[in-house]
């Protein structure tokens, strides 16, 4: 099961990482085209809307990747290997990036 929580942990990381920005380009050219063959011009709202959903995204991933990922570590016996401090870490950085852009976004 601990194997199982690592493996989860990893892939929703990597999905955290890669997935909601993919997302956000192809939704922000996407709709690009759509505005300027509409209008003939390209309103930047919606494109920050975009943004912030895949920042929300990704933090809400990391952070589940995260809880994932702490309960593999706490599973192992002492002492723990350090290098998997340094991978929780890097499963967190998602969460700490994009959502404090989104944070921030908010509250400036």
């Known amino acids: 099961v601990r194997r199982m929580k690592r493996t989860l942990s990893l892939l929703i990381a990597l999905l955290a990482y890669f997935g909601p920005p993919i997302w956000a380009y192809f939704a922000i050219e996407a ?4 505005q ?8 930047g709202n919606p494109e920050i809307g975009i ?19 702490v309960a593999a ?31 921030l976004l908010f509250c400036a």
């Open 31 to 34: 709709d690009a085209k759509a």
């Open 36 to 43: 300027m063959a509409g209008r003939g011009w390209v309103c």
């Open 51 to 69: 943004v912030i959903l895949a920042g929300i995204a990704s933090s809400l991933m990391s952070l589940v990747a995260t809880g994932f990922g």
């Open 73 to 103: 570590f706490f599973g192992l016996s002492k002492p723990r290997p350090k290098l998997r401090i340094v991978e929780l870490a890097l499963i967190l950085l998602p969460f700490l990036v994009a959502g404090s852009y989104v944070t």
